[in-house]
């Protein structure tokens, strides 16, 4: 039997709070326990949330004008509708950007005629993310004034400067990270400018370009000839396959969406998605169809074409021939893209077999015959089985090694809630450039500095995580049997979908059971042609039925199943080509014989972004101070153990506000303190100014060199004030300015921190 691939958090049965089931039904009346206890393990249990969460009808949505800058930008459209102005959509050649392209195309086209709209997406093999100076040129010859890009623009400072010079205005709307210094746009709508916790503050791409749209048919309701509706299939589309939390607006906008897609479905509106769904063998009702079946293939345009721009004819055009050929074009694509995966996930897996990989915490390659294209996507294969942030690069350069002045460029996957954006932004001197999302991002590099860059990588992430490795977890939602599989535990999860980040499709624990009826084979394309990519089939046995349940191992031969009994985490699905309920294996272990959790592990609940629930028996302890260290988390761990009450993670978004201005809210308390002749203790610094210990250590030093003393007192001290020069101060502020930039990184990343994490450590503290 091979190894189990993740290290297994079973969370410890405890009984939910009296009166959630009830609670539940009154949203949901086919809920049973099995909801009833997730979403009580995911924190869902307040009246308000319930609502929303299981029932879209009772979400009220958020105005789109909450997010910054939106007023600005619907005012220059209009601008440009009324002036007769070229407007181009600037759109991204994933499945995120090109359904933000297409909501964009039909959007504003119900606001300017078609000869004042273009749009542009850039070629993935030649060219990166976000605006080009080559592509503005393009534009500006095409006689365009105004360019709305979509899921990208960010930091595009320097772009946007050159678009300004050739007399074209930018509206920017993304929702990739921020850039230190904003863009001379029109308009820079990104949610990352709200708060963690604001319902709109994890809109995908796709979903900020819907938003913009939305503006206008609220502000020129006369205008439209078609219901602002009908873009939310495109939106559900783009919205599932990017990497975003699908809470707040989100999970509204996806679930309008997937419903709206059934309606388009069966009026033939969008004949290119019906053939799309129709060959990957899906009917559109599941979200799972989009995340399996709808963004992979838009993905793969890009991937093995490099030039994506057909996609947003096939989800728009009406001509149903046309689409006929360019869905055709799309599923070999993607078949390709399959094999081409594959292949390479092998040559990364043969190369890494040659490493010792327990002195690194992240996996850096590069080799120059990869194709730039599926790097992404083997790259996020690879971080998931090896538990460790991944960076795959190529370059154009024939000679092997690259030559030191040859400049790689690669994407980049992570696990654990490791930000791959700050810790890019920590190495920026060695990078051309970077981008991208937390968990995904883009970079580029000469490969004279690649042997830095990953020292320095592993160098943060230890100072970060510890000198402990990362470990590969698989969190346990539900234990069953194989005689709770079917149709009715299959529509009690479904109450949970969409699923996604935050809110991740129930994994299934069955224990003792065996496989029979194994076998593979290699898929087809839509031309019956094999492709290297494997699937076994099989049944799933216990002791508690008599007939075997389907299931289904992705890229797997039946050699990996054991033939002896064992233990296996498993997803509930519906086989819509099938007409079957199935499981889709994740991973396999043999059978243990002793208890699967360890009673001493008490129930851990994220209530990170959600009101505590008033009931609870017992009431759990509850962290609500966002920590900067596992150590600060670990006595927490222990004090739920002892009093055997579960522990609530109930911090919210730790401040951000820069250092400087923490620094100069500290000397000017100092200053009052020394005026006031008040008393006043480190506990109290702390919670005025949310810093830590050591950065304020750190900052007193700092007051000290600039003449400020600290008469210790026995419940504190107190502040006097002689102004100095002392060379050494600049110096120790700047020290203070590190040590916080580098605290409220660490506190950003427990924001951010998956539960299974937090699971997985603290059972790692109370074995010890």
């Not at 998931?384 to 991944?390: H, K, M, N, W």
């Not at 007939?547 to 296996?568: A, S, T």
Request: proline fraction near 7%.
């Amino acid at each position: 039997m091979p190894e189990p691939n993740f290290n297994w958090q079973i969370p410890v049965k405890q009984p939910i709070p009296a009166g959630l089931l009830k609670l539940v039904q009154q949203f949901a009346p086919q809920a049973g326990q099995h909801t009833a206890q997730l979403l009580w393990q995911r924190g869902i249990c307040e009246l308000e949330q319930l609502a929303g969460f299981l029932d879209c009808d009772r979400y009220q949505p958020t105005s789109p004008f909450e997010l910054p800058q939106m007023q600005q930008a619907v005012e220059r459209v209009q601008q440009a509708r009324d002036r007769q102005q070229k407007v181009a959509i600037w759109g991204d050649f994933d499945a995120d950007g090109i359904t933000a392209t297409a909501v964009l195309w039909e959007g504003l086209g119900q606001f300017l005629p078609p000869e004042q709209l273009v749009y542009w997406i850039p070629n993935r093999l030649y060219e990166s993310h976000g605006l080009s100076r080559s592509g503005l040129d393009a534009l500006k010859a095409q006689a365009c004034e105004l360019v709305v890009t979509c899921d990208n623009g960010s930091t595009n400072g320097a772009e946007v400067a050159y678009a300004n010079q050739l007399g074209m205005e930018v509206i920017v709307t993304d929702h990739h990270t921020l850039p230190c210094d904003r863009p001379a746009a029109v308009a820079l709508i990104n949610p990352r400018y709200l708060p963690p916790t604001h319902p709109l503050a994890h809109l995908s791409g796709v979903a900020v370009a819907y938003k913009l749209v939305e503006a206008l048919y609220l502000t020129l309701p006369t205008v439209p000839q078609r219901p602002l509706e009908h873009l939310l299939d495109l939106v559900a589309i783009g919205l599932i396959a990017d990497l975003v939390e699908l809470r707040g607006d989100c999970r509204y906008l996806a679930q309008r969406g997937i419903a709206r897609l059934q309606t388009q479905l069966a009026t033939q509106s969008r004949p290119g998605v019906a053939r799309l769904l129709e060959l990957c063998k899906k009917t559109g009702d599941r979200p799972t169809d989009i995340s399996f079946g709808l963004g992979p293939r838009i993905n793969a345009v890009s991937r093995i074409h490099g030039d994506a721009r057909f996609c947003v004819e096939l989800l728009t055009s009406q001509d149903t021939q046309r689409c006929q050929q360019l869905a055709l074009e799309t599923e070999l694509a993607n078949t390709r893209r399959q094999s081409l995966q594959k292949e390479m996930v092998q040559q990364v897996k043969r190369r890494l077999a040659e490493i010792d990989l327990s002195t690194s915490q992240a996996i850096v390659l590069i080799d120059n015959q990869w194709s730039v294209g599926v790097l992404g996507l083997v790259a996020g294969q690879i971080a998931q089985e090896y538990g460790r942030p991944t960076i795959l690069l190529t370059c154009d350069r024939p000679e092997d090694p690259p030559p030191p002045d040859a400049l790689a460029r690669g994407s980049a996957r992570s696990v654990q809630g490791i930000d791959l954006y700050n810790l890019f932004a920590s190495q920026a001197d060695l990078l051309q450039s970077y981008g991208g999302h937390p968990l995904a991002a883009g970079l580029s590099l000469t490969v004279a500095n690649l042997p830095l860059f990953t020292e320095a990588i592993n160098q943060t992430l230890r100072q970060q995580l510890g000198e402990q490795p990362l470990t590969k977890a698989l969190t346990v939602d539900l234990c069953v049997t194989v005689a709770d599989l079917g149709q009715d535990l299959f529509q009690e999860l479904k109450l949970l979908e969409p699923c996604g980040m935050g809110n991740p499709v129930p994994k299934l624990l069955v224990q003792n059971c065996w496989f029979s009826n194994t076998w593979n084979k290699n898929i087809e394309d839509a031309q019956k042609q094999k492709v290297r990519y494997i699937r076994t089939k099989f049944e799933l046995w216990d002791d508690a039925i008599a007939q075997g349940f389907p299931g289904i191992w992705w890229g797997h031969y039946k050699e990996d199943l054991p033939p002896e009994r064992c233990d296996v985490v498993v997803e509930l699905d519906f086989n819509t080509y099938d007409k079957r309920y199935e499981v889709r294996l994740l991973d396999v272990r043999p059978t243990q014989v002793q208890p699967l959790a360890n009673p001493a592990i008490a129930q851990i609940l994220d209530w990170r972004c959600s009101k505590n629930p008033d009931f609870s028996d017992p009431a759990p302890l509850q962290v609500t101070t966002c920590p900067a260290s596992w150590d600060e988390l670990r006595p927490w761990f222990r004090r739920a153990v002892q009093e055997q009450r579960p522990l609530a993670i109930a911090y919210a978004a730790a401040p951000g506000f820069p250092p400087a201005q923490t620094w100069q809210q500290l000397v000017g308390l100092a200053k009052y303190l020394a005026r006031t002749g008040q008393p006043v203790s480190h506990h109290q610094l702390q919670a005025k100014l949310a810093i830590g210990a050591c950065p304020l250590h750190l900052g007193l030093q700092a007051l000290q060199a600039l003449g400020f003393s600290l008469n210790s007192l026995t419940t504190g001290f107190r502040v006097n004030y002689t102004p100095t020069d002392q060379p050494e101060a600049i110096a120790q502020i700047r020290a203070f300015l590190i040590a916080l930039q580098e605290e409220q990184f660490r506190r950003r990343y427990f924001t951010q921190v998956p539960l299974s994490t937090i699971q997985s450590v603290a059972q790692q503290t109370l074995a010890k």
